[in-house]
Nanobody
Framework: QVQLVESGGGSVQAGGSLRLSCAAS????????MGWFRQVPGKEREGVAL???????RLADSVKGRFTISKDNAKKTLYLQMNSLKPEDTAMYYC??????????????????WGQGTQVTVSS
């Protein structure tokens, strides 16, 4: 049973920082494509960042230069460091495990397991 549990969300002022964590269990974390997605009501789920099993990362253009994705294989934990936060970053953030179709790609359909989400609210 795959489990993904996000934490670290909260409210922060524009320009501030947050670090999200995702505790994983029930699968081989080390070799799994992992990603962060976000969603606001009425909009499609948006890919934010992913990290492949080899440690290579990909970021959405909207967060490049501000966010960093990383993981600790020993702790089976995925992280998203978010700096210089903007009000438009406000969303529910989801951790996901992927690799569907043998690909690690920043689209939700390539991910098979999802956490419950953690809310990030950035005020001006």
């Amino acid at each position: 049973q795959v489990q993904l549990v996000e934490s670290g969300g909260g409210s922060v002022q524009a320009g501030g920082s947050l670090r999200l964590s995702c505790a994983a269990s029930g699968f081989t974390f080390r070799s799994t494509c992992m990603g962060w997605f976000r969603q606001v009501p009425g909009k499609e789920r948006e890919g934010v960042a992913l990290i492949d099993s080899d440690g290579s990362a990909r970021l959405a253009d909207s967060v490049k230069g501000r966010f960093t994705i990383s993981k600790d294989n020993a702790k089976k934990t995925l992280y998203l460091q978010m700096n210089s936060l903007k009000p438009e970053d406000t969303a529910m953030y989801y951790c996901a495990a992927g690799g569907r179709y043998g690909l690690c790609v920043l689209f939700s359909r390539y991910f098979h397991s999802w956490g419950q989400g953690t809310q990030v609210t950035v005020s001006s």
